[in-house]
């Protein structure tokens, strides 16, 4: 879903008017002003005015909804960028010089522990976080964000369901940032972000990134070990993964059992039995669970439709 955007405008007029409205609206708290300005918020949104330019952060979720933890579909991003622009009568054309798009993911596990297992992301720049609560790797104008969203998720919901629930919920979001709007080039304006193609992109782009995050495997197992047969088990495992998987494995049995084909078939089907076992395999790594969840997440907001009536 988009969330956080950011404008730069320049146009005197726009400014002047965003001005008046900012100003003079019950919405607006925390006015400062300042040699060449102001700064405020306006709802959540926070603006930053100077001799020559205005800027507006914040995010679009939470200006049309009041909070950011549960998913917006196409549909209501299109009512939060209209409600945007009609309040503070912000053109259409107005570019996006900054944009998040993002999702909360339902986990198996506490999110900490998913964000412990993230080692590095291929292209990225190390990671850096803070304790255990986020995961940030960087490239050029690229951001991807990881961290653990359960409190807010708790905190936020201001309707009781009556469902009871105890929902782990991890957030990855993509941030681009210094994107170049031009005549030539009108990918990220108020406009464009209402169209299908346009979010079907973003979403694209979320997903298509996370396979860059590189795992590194669990030091225990997520379901204890309870016999000696379990830790043997567990070993064998631990070093088939440390060998790449068991495609590699296998070369290395060809390769040291060339003439022995029938102990080389039972060795080879005895690893795959053992690597498929539910209790010991399916969660020495969290990439797979995030991998399906993010991929299903995605076509998901890929299949939503939107009528042309909802865009302007």
Known sequence: MLDRIKINITNHETIASITSIVLNSPKTSNVKHTPTGFT??????????????????????????????????????????????????????????????????????NPSTYLEAMEMAKGYAKYFGHTNKQRVFMKDTIYLRFYNKTEHFRGSL??????????????????LLNLNVSPQRPDFTLAS?????????????????????IFESLKLPAIPLQSPKDVY????????????????????INAQMPKNYVYASRTKSKLTELYSDVNLSEECEFATELAQKVAFTACYYIAQQINASQAI
Do not use: M
């Open 158 to 175: 201001t309707v009781n369901t009556g469902i009871p629930f105890d929902l782990k919920v991890l957030r990855y979001e993509v941030r």
């Open 40 to 109: 405020a918020n306006y709802a959540n949104l926070r603006v930053i005015a100077r001799a020559k330019s205005l800027t507006i952060a914040g995010s679009i979720t939470k200006f049309g909804l009041e909070y950011n933890s549960l998913n917006a579909d196409k549909v209501t991003n299109i009512q939060n960028i209209q409600a945007i622009a009609g309040e503070l009568n912000l053109p259409l054309s107005t570019p996006i010089s900054e944009l998040e798009f993002g999702f909360n993911i339902p986990v198996r596990h």
């Open 193 to 213: 972000l209402q169209s299908c193609k346009v979010q079907n992109h973003l979403v694209a782009l979320w997903a298509r990134e996370f396979s860059k995050i």
């Open 233 to 252: 088990a567990h070993l064998i495992l631990k070093g088939i993964e440390a060998y790449g998987g068991l495609k590699n494995v296998f070369a290395i």
